[in-house]
């Protein structure tokens, strides 16, 4: 196992709460400023669905302290860094697929930088790590998608641990970030794979018990990422 000293942040994945109470959804599971949410913003173009924009996310920032990781499915993610940063975005995340090239990936991640935001790079299911490494020195967190992005509720692709682990022995100080179909069922074999940053979406907005939910995971990534006892 690829034993690492990234800690690990539980980030819930709020297109799987109940959309129609964000806030006290995202408060349930993220009540103070030392926890995460994720936040998926979809164009509808990039990937075959719609979800929110700016608005909404800044609407729900006036109501939640947490850290709040936003995902851009979209292809143009240029055209939403002023807002994003407006709306309370901490963490930029774009998907190198919708860059044309190295030279347009390294003018947004600087444009992310200058507008006072983490960021992290996307990787598609199909797309391999090697897709980040031009990237690797210049971003806070690679995401490697565990589904086919677009829609939430679909099953983990283990298959995509090797990516992980990849990128994991490369970047022994990267916050490496797993995102589809993930909870307390295969968090052991995604943090043995050496990822810290665990998006979880239906296995815990769906339990009795979301804290005990995070909790569970961030456990697992303590003993089998970092090698706590």
């Known amino acids: 196992k690829m034993v690492h000293s990234r800690p690990p942040a539980i980030l819930p994945s709020l297109l799987a709460c109940d959309l129609s ?5 995202a408060n349930r599971v993220a009540p103070t400023e030392k926890e995460y949410v994720h936040l998926d913003v979809m164009d509808g173009h990039f990937v075959p669905n719609l979800t929110w924009g700016a608005p909404v996310i800044k609407c729900l920032k006036q109501h939640s302290k ?3 990781d936003v995902h851009l499915m979209v292809s143009k993610p240029a055209q939403w860094v002023g807002d994003m940063k407006d709306a309370g975005a901490h963490m930029f995340t774009f998907h190198v697929e919708a860059v044309a090239d190295e030279a347009e990936g390294n003018a947004l991640i600087q444009q992310i930088k200058d507008a006072g935001m983490k960021v992290g790079v996307a990787l598609k299911p199909k797309t391999p790590a090697s897709a980040a490494f031009c990237y690797a020195d210049k971003v806070d967190l690679i995401l490697v998608m565990t589904v086919e992005p677009g829609f939430g509720g679909q099953s983990f692709m283990g298959d995509m641990m090797p990516k992980v682990e990849e990128l994991r022995a490369k970047y022994p100080e ?13 968090i052991d074999v995604v943090a043995k794979a050496g990822a810290n940053w665990i998006v979880a979406g239906s296995s815990v907005f769906k339990a009795a018990d979301p804290t005990e939910v995070i909790g569970t995971m961030k456990r697992s990534v303590e ?7």
């Not at 109470?21 to 959804?25: I, K, M, P, T």
């Not at 990267?174 to 295969?186: A, F, K, L, S, T």
């Not at 003993?223 to 006892?229: D, Y």
């Open 223 to 229: 003993v089998n990422g970092n090698g706590k006892s």
């Open 66 to 68: 947490a850290f709040f």
């Open 174 to 186: 990267m916050d490496i970030e797993v995102d589809g179909g993930i909870g307390p069922g295969n």
């Open 21 to 25: 109470n964000l806030a006290s959804e």
